[in-house]
């Protein structure tokens, strides 16, 4: 680590000497994806909550209060829950965005860091900083399933499209560890990348962008052979969060002391840059916006990236440090991911398979409806689900928490589809 590296870590030190998570340079942003944004999460380090912005109108509507020190947020496919780390007790907070408030504490392990959620919604991986491995929950019961051990000091994760491989930052390791999602385990690591920081990976899955403290530099995997593609010079700004635009072309980059980087991905070269510092970037679901968290100012600036200019600055909490934008999805998505939630159900042991048999197949009902254009139809299948989940509720089946979550994710469909 350079000495200019140690002097800006060293006020930011949250745990013990090795926590190199820092409020200046991390941020957790869900993976992009073809869905409209409504709403923006956004972890307050110092606030201990969590910041809600509408983003039609760029303006924060809620603060929902969470653990300590809370880090890194991700928001399910559905749209339904938010989850958001806290580093400093060691839990995750889920958050149901229909009435964004808390439903669920989960304890994982020792600081908790950045997280991502596999496609289908069925699992979140999040990095744990203290404890040298990543904490997999499964969001049908908001319980641990399984905890990988990587390497030293992890700082985020990210999951590739088709769900099977997650790719984590090993801080004090200088590589990046490769995570078959079916066998959790670790099949590779990636070495020399001088503290790896945050990582994105492009929307095809063929390669994985790493920032670079130490190193001064984005490094660009290739996912087929996990092999380093490219490096691209950092410029002396210490780059730190990362992501892409969902067509794959461009990928922005928050560093330290600023200009946020803009590098077009066929020739990985920085091609604009935008005159502001921060600690990590995301973009909307048409590519059109970016936001980036300022903890110098305790604001959220949002970019128009077809000018590369700000065109909004959103007070939030105190050293905002994730951001999360949730996701709306079509009905026929949405339903296809409930379905797996209550397959989680099954194969977790919570659910016979007569009783999820019941369920999926009201829900494959209202698929059938929806395709025929019978709304109503979908949505009276949807109400006849809601009804057997209290039923199963009601007989011990299933826990308050565990039936809830699937009647919040079917009302979230209803709403989608306007039912009355």
Do not use: H
């Not at 380093?228 to 072309?249: D, H």
């Amino acid at each position: 680590m350079t000495r200019i590296t140690q002097k800006l870590l060293t006020p930011f030190f949250i745990r013990g000497t090795r926590i190199v998570m820092l409020a200046l340079f991390l941020v957790v942003f869900g993976t992009s994806a073809a869905f409209a944004q409504t709403k923006g999460y956004v972890t307050n380090f110092l606030g201990n909550t969590v910041s809600v912005i509408d983003t039609a109108i760029n303006t924060v509507i809620a603060t929902v209060p969470v653990g300590i020190a809370p880090v890194g947020a991700a928001v399910t496919p559905n749209g339904a829950f938010a989850y958001v780390s806290n580093g400093g007790d060691d839990t995750v907070s889920v958050i149901s965005t229909a009435t964004d408030t808390v439903v669920a504490t989960i304890p994982v392990g020792a600081f908790p860091a950045i997280m991502d959620i596999t496609p289908d919604g069925v699992f979140v991986y999040v990095v744990n900083a203290d404890d040298d491995s990543v904490s997999v929950i499964a969001t049908a019961t908001n319980t641990v399933t399984a905890t990988i051990p990587v390497g030293v000091q992890p700082q985020a994760v990210a999951i590739t499209p088709n769900g099977a491989r997650a790719y984590v930052t090993d801080g004090f390791s200088d590589e990046v560890s490769v995570i078959d999602t079916a066998t959790n385990t670790v099949v590779t690591t990636i070495p020399g990348i001088l503290i790896p920081v945050w990582v994105a990976i492009t929307p095809d899955g063929a390669f994985a962008y790493v920032t670079s403290i130490a190193g001064d530099t984005i490094t660009v995997i290739d996912t087929a052979s996990n092999t380093i593609f490219a490096t691209i010079p950092g410029g002396g700004r210490l780059p730190t969060g990362v992501a892409i635009t969902p067509n794959g072309s461009f990928a922005y980059v928050a560093t330290g002391f600023g200009p946020v980087l803009v590098i077009d991905t066929a020739t990985n070269t920085v091609v604009a840059t935008v005159s502001i510092g921060g600690a990590g970037v995301t973009i909307n679901s048409d590519g059109a916006f970016a936001y980036v968290a300022n903890q110098a100012n305790n604001t959220v600036s949002v970019i128009d990236t077809a000018t590369n200019t700000v065109t909004a600055t959103i007070p939030v909490g105190a050293a905002p440090f994730g951001v999360a934008l949730q996701k709306t999805q079509s009905p026929q998505d949405q339903i296809a991911a409930l379905i797996a939630q209550v397959q989680a159900l099954i194969g977790g042991g919570v659910l016979t398979q007569d009783q999820g048999a019941g369920l999926i197949d009201k829900l494959k009902q209202s698929l059938a409806k929806l395709d025929m254009g019978q709304t109503g139809a979908a949505c009276n299948q949807l109400s006849s689900f809601i009804n057997q989940v209290n039923a199963l509720i009601s007989n011990g089946s299933l826990t308050q928490s565990q039936g809830q979550a699937l009647i919040n994710a079917a009302n979230a469909i209803r709403t989608n589809l306007g039912c009355s």
